[in-house]
Nanobody
């Protein structure tokens, strides 16, 4: 069994900051890519940022220079530091983690439960 637990969402004013975290736990053999997606009402889920197990990062153009993704492999956690938030960043944010379980040869993508981020004055 593998579980992802997200935290850190909330309400923030435009220009403010939030930090999201997502911790993986359970019978994990290895973790590959960790990422964050978001889905706004009426829109498709979209990639925000991702990070490989050796630290290579990838960002969507709409967050470059504002958001920073990081990970701590020792505790299987990925973070998303969000600065200079805009109203259009309002969405449910989901972590997505590629995990190979103890009894598996394959890496499977797991999703977190989602955390609401609302940017409003």
């Amino acid at each position: 069994q593998v579980q992802l637990v997200e935290s850190g969402g909330g309400l923030v004013q435009p220009g403010g900051s939030l930090r999201l975290s997502c911790a993986a736990s359970g019978k994990i053999f290895s973790i590959s890519v960790m990422g964050w997606y978001r889905q706004a009402p009426g829109k498709q889920r979209e990639l925000v940022a991702s990070i490989t197990n050796n630290g290579n990062t990838n960002y969507a153009d709409f967050v470059k220079g504002r958001f920073t993704i990081s990970r701590v492999n020792a505790n299987s956690t990925v973070y998303l530091q969000m600065n200079s938030l805009k109203p259009e960043d309002t969405a449910v944010y989901y972590c997505n983690v590629g995990i190979r379980g103890m009894s598996s040869w394959a890496t499977t993508p797991y999703w977190g439960q989602g955390t609401q981020v609302t940017v409003s004055s």
